[in-house]
Nanobody
Framework: QVQLVESGGGLVQAGGSLRLSCVASGGTFSSYDMGWFRQGPGKEREFVATINWYSMRTYYADSVKDRFSISRDNAKNTVYLQMNSLKPEDTAVYYC??????????????????WGQGTQVTVSS
């Protein structure tokens, strides 16, 4: 059983940056593909970014491409989401998630097995 704990959220002005972190415990971190998702007020949970277990493949939602960057440090059991040029529409609770290694890119939240509790990101205009 993998436990995930996110941190790094907060309040930032539009155009600013934040870096989210997600620390995993209770499993072999390098065995998992990792993803970031978000859920805004009154919205469904949506895919943001994913990185495979050996960091050779990343994939982003169109809405964040060229602004956000996902990375991981398997030695620290941590996945990161660097968010630049933030916009008010990026306001949401951000969740990290884990699933077993896959040869395909997975963006559907229902296909992720483990979830953190979320961290709030608020972008003011």
């Amino acid at each position: 059983q993998v436990q995930l704990v996110e941190s790094g959220g907060g309040l930032v002005q539009a155009g600013g940056s934040l870096r989210l972190s997600c620390v995993a415990s209770g499993g072999t971190f390098s065995s998992y593909d990792m993803g970031w998702f978000r859920q805004g007020p009154g919205k469904e949970r949506e895919f943001v970014a994913t990185i495979n277990w050996y960091s050779m493949r990343t994939y982003y939602a169109d809405s964040v491409k060229d602004r956000f960057s996902i990375s991981r440090d398997n030695a620290k059991n941590t996945v990161y989401l660097q968010m630049n040029s933030l916009k008010p529409e990026d306001t949401a609770v951000y969740y990290c998630a884990a699933r077993g290694r896959s040869s395909v890119i997975v963006t559907a939240h229902r296909q992720y097995d483990y979830w953190g509790q979320g961290t709030q990101v608020t972008v003011s205009s």
